[in-house]
């Protein structure tokens, strides 16, 4: 067995620092998902809208699909899965171009925050613009950097 590939295998252990750091922010973020759903519950429950008869715990209330408090709470959900998911992959697919490990660890940690950001901004407490724009756009940059490095390490193998 080659050299180069006992490198490449050791790259997705926990002896590898940039793929722990890389565990532990994509376990924030899923945590961070986790509790989308239950801020969309609560805001169900604190302003009785309900989309299913079924769900209806209070008397004199209907079902309901298009209150403003629990539909910005999907849509920062929603924007979550559509931007993380895809950051999870990029990432891991970088953590396997063996970076820098001090670059590496600083993008996860930024790109954590400011997804951590961007829903406080946008869900919890909305604040006008920028500050969604700039905390979408922090992990967007991250995941097309990710990406770039990437495609430049693996060019010469196509």
Do not use: G
Not at 80 to 89: G, K, V
Not at 95 to 107: G, H, R
Request: positive net charge.
């Amino acid at each position: 067995m080659s050299n180069n590939t006992n490198i490449t295998k050791d790259l997705l252990t926990l002896d590898n620092p940039v793929f722990c750091c890389y565990l532990f922010w994509a376990t924030v973020l899923v945590v961070k998902m986790l509790l989308m759903s239950l801020l969309t519950a609560l805001q169900r429950f604190r302003y009785k809208i309900f989309p299913n008869e079924e769900d209806l715990f209070f008397k004199n209330i209907e079902v309901q699909f298009d209150d403003p408090h629990v539909e910005r709470v999907r849509r920062a959900h929603r924007n979550d899965m559509e931007n993380i998911l895809p950051y999870f992959i990029m990432a891991l697919i970088y953590v396997c171009t063996n970076p820098n490990p001090l670059i590496a660890c600083n993008l996860f940690r930024v790109a954590a925050v400011a997804r951590i950001v961007h829903t406080l901004v946008y869900a919890v407490y909305p604040v006008p613009q920028p500050a969604r724009i700039l905390a979408f756009a922090t992990m967007l940059l991250i995941t097309f950097y990710m990406a770039a490095v990437v495609a430049l390490r693996t060019l010469s193998f196509i």
